[in-house]
């Protein structure tokens, strides 16, 4: 009974901070609001004995790479007018309906599939340290070596072209951001 | 008792918030914030078939993911601040250089 009431709880709050960070005309009230359902997206992980992905949820994507967004926004000195509306083609409701609608497909999908596996996912046995460090550790330095040894190669690639993406060229004069 | 496709429907409502996102906002950074989102409904599911199958391997995959947003949001936001600095603003439907 308990772990039903954690699934819906979390569940709505994931919802709940997913549709108020698109709502938000402040982006910094965005962030946080996608901070919010990270976290409730995280108590689901921890629920599902996912330990390590669940806490790396917490460590590097709200602590790292959102606190990044919010880095570039203050960096960037947004204010209002940065947000100020041009044109709009499609009116607003026009586009919530073709997300309804694609969200519907999804879930059609979902009825139609004969999903393999256990049907009840939570309270089902698994071994004590499923999840935990050292299991995944040792999938990763074993099976999955070689995507793990690819992973460094991208973040390199990433830092590198970050920093010449956002290098300032020597010709611009200096005082800008 | 939390069959499985009650987390798949959560992370396909989370996907199309995360579209919807991308669809309504015109302002690049939330544009960027709704693609994480539907970063993580992926993962969800994929933690959520991982447990069902009782095997540890999509939690490699999540980890991997995690690792390319990383990258993703690095690059994606060194962009924004490049955009921004040549034209001063982050509005989407005014980078229609392309387009002209």
């Known amino acids: 009974m308990l772990e039903v009431i954690i699934f819906y709880v979390s569940a709505l ?52 790479i959102l606190v990044l967004f919010l880095f570039v926004i203050m960096l960037l000195n947004l204010r209002g007018e940065h947000f100020e509306g041009t044109d709009r083609k499609i009116s607003r ?6 997300s309804a609608a694609f969200f519907l497909e999804l879930v059609l999908i979902v009825k139609e599939l004969a999903l393999p596996g256990r049907t009840d996912v939570v309270s089902a046995q698994t071994a004590t340290d499923f999840g935990g460090v050292e299991p995944v550790a040792e999938l990763l330095y074993t099976k999955y070596l070689f995507p793990f040894e690819l992973t460094s190669i991208l973040l390199l690639v990433a830092v590198v072209g970050a920093v010449v993406m956002a290098k300032r060229d020597k010709s611009e004069k200096q005082g800008d951001i | 008792m939390i069959p499985i496709a009650h987390y798949l429907i959560l992370s396909g409502l989370l996907f199309a918030i995360g579209a919807a996102g991308v669809i ?13 989102l539907m970063l993580n409904a992926a993962n969800l599911a994929i933690i959520a078939f991982s447990r069902s199958l009782n095997v540890m391997d999509g939690h490699v995959f999540v980890f991997l993911i995690m690792a390319v947003a990383a990258a993703e949001a690095a690059v994606g936001l060194a962009i924004i601040i490049a955009i921004f600095r040549n034209r001063k603003t982050i509005n989407a439907d005014q980078f229609n250089l392309l387009r002209r």
């Open chain 2, 24 to 36: 309504i906002s015109r302002n690049l950074i939330v544009m960027f914030m709704s693609i994480e």
């Open chain 1, 93 to 98: 409701v026009t586009k919530y309906i073709i």
């Open chain 1, 13 to 64: 709050v994931a919802i709940g901070g997913g549709v108020m960070m698109i709502a938000q005309r402040n982006p910094v009230a965005s962030v946080l609001y996608l901070i919010v359902s990270l976290i409730a997206q995280a108590v689901l992980y921890i629920q599902l004995s996912a330990l390590f992905v669940g806490s790396l949820l917490i460590i590097v994507y709200a602590g790292a």
